[in-house]
């Protein structure tokens, strides 16, 4: 189920949403100090490619430098990258078959305002598929 879900999520919203992550990324690297910023942009954008499988975690070492981080992505970056989750999920949420992938944008919301701090991780097999 994980596949069909991934390669609708490609089709319908995954594509435009990596390539907002990408733009923000590529802005990032080129103002030498946010190049911190642009990585965690580049490992969302692949999250929101395919991201029925995977998870994210927060890690435990993530400190202080996160939290300032955070709080300057969200004025930055993160603000708008979170609309572009919301626009896309009440849209996809019209269709019946959109709302899974609706509620999936959703859930991506809070990752577009704070990616510091989290890592992807797989889904173990036996868990549900979660985004």
């Known amino acids: 189920m994980r596949p069909l879900l991934n390669v609708l999520w490609l089709v319908l919203s995954g594509f435009w949403l ?3 992550y990408l733009l923000a990324g590529i802005v990032c690297c080129i103002l030498i100090i ?3 910023f642009g990585i965690a942009s580049f490992r969302i ?16 070492d993530a400190g202080a430098p996160s939290l300032v981080g955070n ?4 004025v930055f970056a993160g603000w ?5 989750h919301l626009v ?13 992938l609706g509620l999936g944008n959703f859930k991506l919301v809070p ?20 985004i």
């Open 34 to 36: 946010t190049i911190p």
């Open 18 to 20: 990596a390539l907002g």
């Open 45 to 60: 954008a692949n999250y929101a490619l395919w991201p029925f499988g995977r998870t994210l975690t927060d890690r435990r």
């Open 88 to 100: 896309t999920g009440a849209l996809l949420c019209i269709t019946i078959i959109g709302i899974p």
């Open 111 to 130: 990752v577009a305002l704070v990616p510091l701090g989290r890592e992807i991780v797989p889904v173990p097999d036996h868990q549900r598929s979660d």
């Open 80 to 84: 708008w990258l979170a609309l572009a």
């Open 71 to 74: 709080v300057l992505w969200i």
